[in-house]
């Protein structure tokens, strides 16, 4: 059974950093691209990050994020993590990790990032 575990969530002053993880299960790991999206109240939800599998090495960013967050990967570990910084002050967001394996799409529950003062 497939299964994603996002944490690390959290409130965040203005210009901070935050790393999100997200552990998972049930499927071949290293093998398949992993990827953040994050939704903010009455948004769609956007993929910001992509990482590909351990058989390339290449990763892959929303132009908005200004590189402010890094995608990465532990596949000793089946988590993957994504660092953020120099946030920016908003609505809280909503942040998943996501896999698509054949035609469907897995979600974790996701984890609520609020940058405030």
């Known amino acids: 059974q497939v299964q994603l575990v996002e944490s690390g969530g959290g409130l965040v002053q203005p210009g901070g950093s935050l790393r999100l993880s997200c552990a998972a299960s049930g499927f071949p790991f290293s093998t398949f691209a992993m990827y953040w999206y994050r939704q903010a109240p009455g948004k769609e939800r956007l993929l910001i990050a992509t990482?590909?599998?351990?058989?390339?090495?290449?990763?892959h960013y929303a132009e908005f994020l200004e590189g402010r967050f890094t995608i990465f990967r532990d596949n000793d570990n089946n988590m993957v993590y994504l660092q953020m910084y120099s946030l920016k002050p908003g609505h809280p967001a909503v942040y998943y990790c996501?896999?698509?394996?054949?035609?469907?799409?897995?979600w974790g529950q996701g984890t609520q990032v609020t940058v405030s003062s």
């Open positions: 990482i590909t599998p351990e058989t390339r090495s290449g990763s």
């Open positions: 996501n896999i698509i394996i054949g035609l469907t799409n897995y």
